[in-house]
C-alpha cells in the first residue's frame, strides 16, 4: 500500500533525518521524496511511501507519524495515495 506524507514546519537540523529514521524503523520504503524551504524559513515536505513490508498497519504509522511532528513541533500527516489522488483529481 502506497501512502502520501507531509511534513510542515519552520526549518531546523534534523527534522528529515527524525522522520526518515521513524519510517526505517517500521519497515517503510521511501519511494520519492521532495521538500522546499519557503521563506528561508519554512519546510514543506512531501513524500511517497510503500507500506506493504510493515507490520505496523497504516492507523499506527500515521499515529506515530502525528505524535513525532507534535514533539518536534511540526504538522506531520499521513493520507492513503488513493484518497489523496482522488483529492487532486480535475
Known amino acids: 500500500m502506497k501512502a502520501i506524507i507531509t511534513v510542515t514546519g519552520k526549518d531546523r537540523i534534523g527534522v528529515i533525518g527524525k522522520v526518515c529514521t521513524y519510517l526505517a524503523e517500521h519497515n517503510i520504503n521511501i519511494l520519492d521524496i521532495s521538500q522546499t524551504v519557503v521563506g528561508e524559513e519554512y519546510l514543506n515536505m512531501a513524500m511517497i511511501v510503500d507500506l506493504t ?38
Open 53 to 90: 513490508a510493515s507490520n505496523a498497519g497504516f492507523d499506527g504509522v500515521a499515529e506515530g507519524l502525528e505524535h513525532l511532528g507534535k514533539q518536534m513541533d511540526y504538522v506531520i500527516r499521513m493520507q492513503h495515495e488513493a484518497i489523496f489522488s482522488s483529492m487532486h483529481r480535475i
